[in-house]
């Protein structure tokens, strides 16, 4: 054997990414006594976009913030069963205002009837697709529509004051929805698939010890041999060059297209169900290890499986020279449509105190200017919505889409400067401090994700998430797929979450564990209440 060979790492699972999804399925595969695999990590940390850190004794939260919902969300009952949720939970003070550019804040009154019209629009547009209403002709976009039903709305008013500031809340929502949906425009988001997401009870829930403080439980059943970070995957080679071929035509495509030859596409890009197994091509003679995955380190590893949980920010930068052969056409397309959009936060860290202990956020009811907004480096601030309050000496600012990717040019301190102009005009206060820290996140930048969390642009449906998670087969006689998919990208109900993406890496795992065995997903002692055993979560050994 010469050298070369003997340095190829062969297993029966590799994982790609160590985010939530890949520490998933790495923890379900070792809890079954299934230790023959290796989980590539191209950082040199393990967690992907749950990051949490601790300047000057603040903790920051860069990337996952909360745990969304209570009942049935797995994350939750992770966290809840190793001690990681305050259920002695004391209300804070939750005062929010509303500041014009001049300083004048508007009434707490006023501010609640918009907010509580704004709600009721968006629950209406999440009925069309709960009901399979039809929007009304032309109409295509979240934005469209709730630009639609504010026009309706202010029309009642007489007075053009009244009109113009109920106007600029509304404006101001809609920017924060940007960031709740990850997108540039709520014109970017497809009117009939806003209710495809699923919202689980039990409000946003944080971690006092950070989100990172989950990792520790996550992954302590992987032995930590199996996890090498800093392995960048270059190249998936999923099935053999020349010795694999699809059988279901006479046809000569290239390889992206072998896969669904013939299979049936219905109107809203999902494969039908009766042509899955054409996704099944033949192989011609048997192959050792069908899968090989090749690192930037050199590195290379052999195995019968992988399960894939690369972002789909990077999946839409890199899908066609990452994979041989080229993943099939549906699943590229359905990568394309998708959206993936850049929400990043900025983070003002004080010395002290400078709000009233009542206040928690400062909402900026920003003017339009048509005469510089044109110009995204000039206006780019006026993303940032609000500031809101993690501590009394850390406030947090929110920013997404094309002025989020700018401001990721800008240096930290020509955004603490700017962060600090717009307290001080909103709040008609000169003597608002600078503050001694500032972090801002990078998400469009980081080449492991390349965006934040994943959205279903106009265009785009539930069935193209669907079509993401779709396993690929090299051989129909095969019980178990070669190439798996993962991530809150791959999750139709929970998709942008951290708890979808780790129910995608349980359901990647499932699938390849043994079907005579037993699995071990069940654990009726171990979980914080009923409702994870009835969903056969397992939290604890």
Not at 48 to 75: F, Q, T, Y
């Amino acid at each position: 054997m010469d050298k070369e060979e003997s340095d190829i790492r062969k297993c029966k699972v590799i994982i790609v990414g160590g985010g939530m999804a890949g520490l998933s399925a790495a923890s379900l595969l070792a809890k079954n006594n299934m230790n023959d695999f290796v989980l590539l990590e191209a950082r040199k940390r393990i967690g992907g976009r749950i990051v949490s850190i601790e300047p000057d004794g603040c903790k920051l939260e860069l990337g996952a913030n909360w745990i969304h919902g209570i009942l049935g969300n797995p994350m939750y009952e992770m966290a809840l069963v190793n001690n990681l949720v305050d259920i002695v939970h004391v209300p804070k003070p939750h005062k929010v205002i509303a500041a014009t550019e001049d300083g004048n804040q508007v009434s707490t009154q006023l501010l609640q009837e918009i907010y509580e019209a704004y709600v009721c629009f968006l629950r209406r547009c999440e009925e069309y697709f709960l009901c399979q209403y039809l929007p009304p002709e032309g109409i295509e976009s979240v934005g469209e529509h709730i630009q639609l039903e504010i026009e309706l709305y202010l029309q009642k008013l007489n007075d053009p004051e009244e009109r113009h500031v109920r106007r600029l809340i509304f404006d101001c929502l809609l920017k924060r929805e940007t960031c709740i949906s990850g997108c540039d425009s709520m014109s970017d988001i497809d009117l009939l698939e806003l209710g495809s997401y699923t919202e689980l009870q039990g409000g946003n829930i944080t971690l006092p010890s950070g989100y990172s403080s989950i990792l520790g439980p996550a992954s302590k059943h992987i032995p930590p041999d199996n996890i090498l970070k800093e392995h960048v995957v270059s190249c998936i080679k999923w099935s053999s060059g020349e010795n694999w071929y699809s059988d279901l035509s006479d046809e000569t495509s290239d390889d992206s297209e072998r896969t669904v030859i013939d299979a049936e596409i219905n109107d809203k890009g999902c494969i039908n169900d009766e042509s899955v197994d054409l996704l099944k091509p033949q192989i011609k003679e048997k192959i050792e290890y069908p899968v090989e995955v090749i690192c930037e380190n050199g590195n290379k590893f052999l195995a019968d499986h992988v399960i894939c949980t690369i972002p789909l920010g990077v999946l839409k930068d890199k899908s066609t020279t990452l994979f041989s052969p080229p993943l099939p056409l549906f699943k590229q397309e359905s990568i394309e449509r998708l959206s993936f959009g850049t929400v990043n936060k900025v983070f003002l860290v004080y010395e002290r105190p400078f709000l009233p202990h009542d206040v928690s956020e400062v909402m900026f009811l920003w003017e339009a200017d048509p005469e510089k907004d044109d110009d995204i480096s000039k206006t780019w601030q006026k993303k940032i919505f609000s500031f809101s309050k993690v501590t009394e000496t850390v406030l947090l600012g929110w920013i997404s889409g094309k002025e989020a990717e700018y401001a990721e040019t800008l240096s930290q301190d020509v955004i603490a400067d700017m962060c600090t102009d717009i307290l001080r005009k909103f709040l008609n206060d000169p003597y608002v401090p600078k503050p001694k820290v500032c972090v801002c996140t990078h998400w469009h930048s980081e080449p492991y994700t390349r965006g934040s969390y994943t959205a279903v642009a106009v265009g785009a449906s539930q069935c193209d998430i669907e079509n993401l998670a779709l396993p690929l087969y090299t051989k129909r006689t095969n019980k178990k797929p070669t190439l798996l998919f993962a991530g809150e990208h791959t999750h139709s109900s929970f998709y942008s979450t951290v708890h979808g993406a780790y129910l995608s890496g349980r359901t990647c795992a499932q699938s390849l564990l043994d079907p005579e065995e037993e699995p071990v997903t069940i654990s009726c002692t171990d979980t914080g209440d009923l409702s994870s055993w009835i969903r056969g979560i397992s939290l604890e050994d």
